[in-house]
């Protein structure tokens, strides 16, 4: 008997699996494959809430996270960098967005049409080939274990421990019955970084951002509601580098190191980050986070670490 099963090894699922041995927890991950087989190791992840409505335990997993990144880049951990990052809008606002406060160096900076603001500040950025698997390392290092294992119901994770945390992503639509999951497909681009060191997000419809990574540029987006198709797309491609060389013309004739696609864990409704009793014993949710993953993944992490204690307190 274990005191806690994560069942799920993406960004969500290790990282509230650190949190939990942080905390003295046994902790055991469950996961079907490597996290390089993951959703989150096809993310952009950079730090920002991508479609990600405000509420204010979101504003604080954002700020967590941020925070955590940052302390992460300073410390050199592997595939961790903080990007100037440039948002352009094209939507007239003029306020403060609501996740301003969660983030350093946010300016307002006047543009020409057909934008109506940008905004300058630093951003995290992980790349997720080096940080997934130095997470995974640190997590097993720290005395938790990792377990290839796929469950068709969270139940089997129930019989071995009293507390589960569902971690699974898109799988959660099915694992809990929860209707309002659904996949929103995303495609990237990988080119050569011809030396860009500043990322661009066009706010228009579709978005278009260039992420600089340490080799490679990052270039985007797609957001397809529903689309369950994981094979790069040719004309989505070719889209993609066109508007991105149009935003940035030093990636022109940049060659392309790799493409993929992958499905976001959208939830109508937002994430879902709660307790729930089963017969069987408590899950403690963690999926839902759309486009946000790697933006809300350390704040999500604290709070289900201490749901899942505030729970074993009662259990035991
Ligand atoms: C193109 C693209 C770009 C993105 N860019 C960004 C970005 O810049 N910033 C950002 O914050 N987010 C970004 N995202 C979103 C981010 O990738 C997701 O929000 C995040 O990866 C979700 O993490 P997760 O751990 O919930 O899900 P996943 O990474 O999908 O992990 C789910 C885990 O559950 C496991 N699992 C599933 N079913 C079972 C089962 N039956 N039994 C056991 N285990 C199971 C899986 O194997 C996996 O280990 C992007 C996504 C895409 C596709």
Redesign the pocket.
Known sequence: MVDVIV???????LTAAMRLRERGAEVTV????GPE????A???????P?RTLFEPRVLAWAAATYDQFRRHAFARVPGVLVRETRNLERDGAAGEPWWAPAARGVRYLPIDPPWTREIRFQAPLVEMGTYLPWLRERLVAAGARVVR????RLEEALVEAPVVVN?????AGT?CGDPDVFPVR???VRVANPGIIVSVRDQGDPGTYVHPRSRDVVL??TWQANNWNTAPDPATRDAILERCVALVPELAGAPIVGEEA????ARRGGPRVEAEKWPAGTVVHA?G???????LCWGTADEVASLVCDESLTVR
């Open positions: 069942v799920g090894g993406g960004i969500i699922g469950w996961a079907p494959s087989q993951t959703v989150s096809v993310a952009a992840a950079v730090w920002y991508t294992r796929r469950v068709d971690a699974t992503g898109l799988a694992l995303g495609q990237i985007g987006g992958g499905l976001r864990p999926y986070h759309g486009g946000a993953g790697m933006t």
